[in-house]
C-alpha cells in the first residue's frame, strides 16, 4: 500500500458509469432508480494528535435512490488509501451503483496516520506503533459509522437487519477486521483486502463474505484473499471469490468491463445472502405477484398493522405501503391489477369483472381495491388517476408525464357504464 494508490483510485470515476434501464428492470439487481445524494454527515469523530490535539468530526456522503420508500438495504463503503491517504470520493461511483439498484450506500471517512490517531483499543495489542494506532482508528471509526446508521434507521429508511460493510484495499482490511471482531455487519465486501493471519476471527454463523482480488497483488497478496475463503469454508461461514487472473492491486475496479463484472458479482451475492427477493413476497413463491398484493392490501385494510407487512417501516400498514410496493418495488402504476408491468383498459375490466364496485364488498388489489381500505369505490379510481399511469405503458424511472384528466375519466365512464349495463342485463337475466 503506498502513494501511487491515490492515481489509481482517482481513475474509478471513468469504470463506473451508472446507466439506468428502463422497462423491466428488476429493483436490487438492475440500477432501477435516479441517485440523490447527501454530502457531509458527520457521523461522529475521533481524538487525533494532528494538526491539534482534540477532536476531528468524521463524515459520510449518503446516496440514496430516489422516491424509494421502501426499507432499503445500507451498505457503508470505506476507501483504500493503505491508512495513509485520505480518498473520500474513491469509491462514490460504486455508491451510486448500489443506490441506482435500491440500496442506502454512504461512502464513510475514518481517522489515517497524518492524523496522529490517539492509542485506541485494538486487535493488535499496546499500540506503540503510530501504524498501529491509526489501523485501531480506522476499525473504531468504521463501528461508529455502522452505529449511525443504525441508530438512525428509521429516518434514513434503512432496514436494520440488512447493513453491509465493505471497502477497497485499507477500507476492505477494515471491513473484514471490524465486521469479524464484533459481528457488526450482516455482510462483508473485501476487494483487494485480507486479515494478514486473523482469519481466526471468523467463526461459525459469522457474516457471509464476497472477495474480489487480482491473482497477482504485491500489495495486498492474493493468498490473504485465499486465507479468508479458507477459514469460511472451515468454519461454515457463506463465501465467494471472484479472481481476475490480471496483475495489480485493484485493477480490476479500474477496468470498465471488469468494473461492470465486479458489481454484478457482488451485488448478485448480497442479493442472495440477504434474501432480497424476499422483501414484499408474501407467499414465499421466490416472485412479487398479484398474490401479494392481495394479501397486502387485505392486510391493510384489517388495520392490524402486521409488521411482516410493512414495506415502508413506519410500524403501519396502510396505502403507503401499497405505493411503495406497487411503485417502487415492482416498478409499476397504481391500477395495474393484473400486474402485468401496465395500467390500461385491461385492468379496469379484470377488475369491474370482480362485480364489487360500490357494493362495499370486501375486495383485494386485483378486485379493484388500490387504496387498501377493502372496498372498491371511487376513491381507487382516484388514487389510480393521481398516480398518471393510465395508458403510459411500463412505468420508465423518473417519468413524470400527466396525463390528461379526460381521457381517464373517460375511459373510466365508459368501462363504468358497460359495467352498470352488463350488471343490469345480468340481473334481468337471473330474473
Ligand atoms: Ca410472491
Ligand atoms: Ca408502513
Ligand atoms: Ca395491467
Ligand atoms: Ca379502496
Not at 400527466?402 to 368501462?415: C, G, K, N, Q, Y
Request: proline letters at 4%; one cysteine or more.
Amino acid at each position: 500500500m503506498h502513494a501511487s494508490l491515490h492515481r489509481k483510485f482517482a481513475l474509478f470515476a471513468l469504470a463506473f458509469a451508472v446507466t439506468r434501464l428502463g422497462n423491466g428492470a428488476e429493483v436490487f439487481i438492475d440500477p432501477t432508480f435516479d441517485v440523490q445524494v447527501q454530502e457531509d454527515v458527520v457521523f461522529g469523530a475521533g481524538d487525533v494528535g494532528n494538526p491539534v490535539s482534540g477532536e476531528i468530526p468524521l463524515a459520510m456522503d449518503v446516496f440514496s435512490p430516489a422516491e424509494a420508500d421502501f426499507m432499503k438495504p445500507a451498505i457503508l463503503l470505506l476507501y483504500g488509501g493503505g491508512f495513509e491517504e485520505r480518498h473520500l470520493d474513491q469509491l462514490r461511483p460504486l455508491a451510486e451503483e448500489f443506490a441506482s439498484r435500491g440500496w442506502l450506500a454512504a461512502t464513510g471517512d475514518y481517522r489515517i496516520l497524518p492524523d496522529e490517531p490517539t492509542a485506541e483499543p485494538g486487535p493488535f495489542g499496546d499500540p506503540e506503533d503510530a501504524f498501529t494506532r491509526a489501523m485501531h482508528a480506522a476499525f473504531n471509526d468504521a463501528a461508529k459509522g455502522l452505529a449511525w446508521l443504525r441508530e438512525n434507521s428509521t429516518q434514513l429508511g434503512i432496514d436494520p437487519e440488512r447493513i453491509v460493510m465493505g471497502g477497497a484495499s485499507s477500507g476492505a482490511i477494515t471491513s473484514l477486521f471490524e465486521g469479524y471482531r464484533n459481528n457488526s455487519v450482516d455482510a462483508i465486501v473485501s476487494f483487494c483486502g485480507g486479515m494478514y493471519g486473523f482469519d481466526g476471527l471468523i467463526d461459525a454463523g459469522d457474516p457471509p463474505v464476497v472477495l474480489v482480488h487480482d491473482e497477482i497483488d504485491e500489495l495486498v497478496a492474493f493468498d490473504l484473499a485465499q486465507d479468508v475463503v479458507a477459514r469460511a469454508n472451515g468454519v461454515g461461514v457463506p463465501n465467494s471469490l471472484l479472481k481476475y487472473e490480471g496483475e495489480g492491486h485493484c485493477d480490476f475496479l479500474l477496468d470498465a468491463t471488469e468494473a461492470a463484472e465486479t458489481i454484478a458479482f457482488v451485488n448478485q451475492f448480497l442479493y442472495d445472502q440477504l434474501e432480497l427477493a424476499s422483501i414484499g413476497d408474501f407467499n414465499g413463491n421466490g416472485v412479487r405477484d398479484v398474490d401479494d398484493i392481495d394479501q397486502l392490501t387485505r392486510q391493510a385494510a384489517t388495520k392490524n398493522h402486521d409488521s411482516g407487512f410493512d414495506i415502508n417501516g413506519d410500524s403501519l400498514v396502510d396505502v403507503l405501503d401499497i405505493q411503495a410496493w406497487v411503485g417502487d418495488l415492482e416498478n409499476t402504476w397504481v391500477g395495474d391489477s393484473n400486474l402485468d408491468g401496465e395500467f390500461n383498459s385491461t385492468d379496469f375490466i379484470s377488475a369491474f369483472q370482480a362485480g364489487k364496485f360500490e357494493t362495499a364488498e370486501m375486495s383485494v388489489w386485483s378486485e379493484g381495491d388500490w387504496t387498501g381500505d377493502g372496498v372498491f369505490e371511487s376513491g381507487d379510481l382516484v388514487a389510480a388517476f393521481q398516480d398518471g399511469g393510465f395508458e403510459l405503458g411500463p412505468r420508465s424511472a423518473g417519468q413524470s408525464v400527466p396525463e390528461p384528466m379526460s381521457l381517464l375519466m373517460l375511459a373510466v365512464s365508459v368501462i363504468m357504464l358497460a359495467s352498470t349495463e352488463r350488471q343490469r342485463r345480468l340481473r334481468s337475466l337471473s330474473r
